[in-house]
């Protein structure tokens, strides 16, 4: 396992964690698997199969119940593809699209947990909005061009 694998596996057993939720053996196999192919949708059956094969018979029946947790809790998304039915993809640190782009270097950053935190709150406080769809780009002068041109 690379090393940043490593890293994003115990923030999300952290996470897991911080929901109350207890991390069993399966839970952690399940995420592992998952990450370990983050960049592919998985099918229930390849899910089923990994997980089959590393489990005792009575922890089998976990490995739906595990997903919809892990969907809820936005670890995963699963979607009906024509053809394909549905697949599971890993989606955790990947759902925040803040991008913040200087209109004179032309450079993009992605913006942080922090700055989504707080556009949620304030949507919730002045809008009593919720659970919005939060991919937005930001236009402006970054802090290398203010400083070279301070009017910018
Ligand atoms: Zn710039």
Do not use: W
């Amino acid at each position: 396992m690379i090393p940043g694998a490593m890293k994003k596996h115990q923030d999300l057993l952290a996470f897991l964690r911080s929901q109350k939720m207890r991390v069993t053996p399966p839970r952690r196999l399940l995420l592992q698997f998952i990450l370990d192919h983050s960049n592919r949708r998985l099918s229930i059956r390849e899910i089923q199969e990994f997980m089959g094969a590393q489990l005792r018979k009575a922890d089998r029946s976990s490995v739906y119940r595990n997903l919809e947790t892990f969907e809820r809790l936005g670890i995963i998304q699963s979607l009906s593809f024509p053809g394909e039915g549905r697949r599971y993809q890993y989606v955790f640190d990947r759902k925040v699209r803040h991008f913040y782009i200087c209109r004179s270097c032309g450079k993009a950053n992605r913006g942080d947990e922090r700055l989504f935190r707080r556009v949620e709150a304030a949507l919730k406080d002045i809008h009593g909005f919720a659970k919005a769809n939060l991919s937005v780009v930001f236009y402006g002068a970054c802090s290398k061009c203010r400083k070279n041109s301070p009017t910018a």
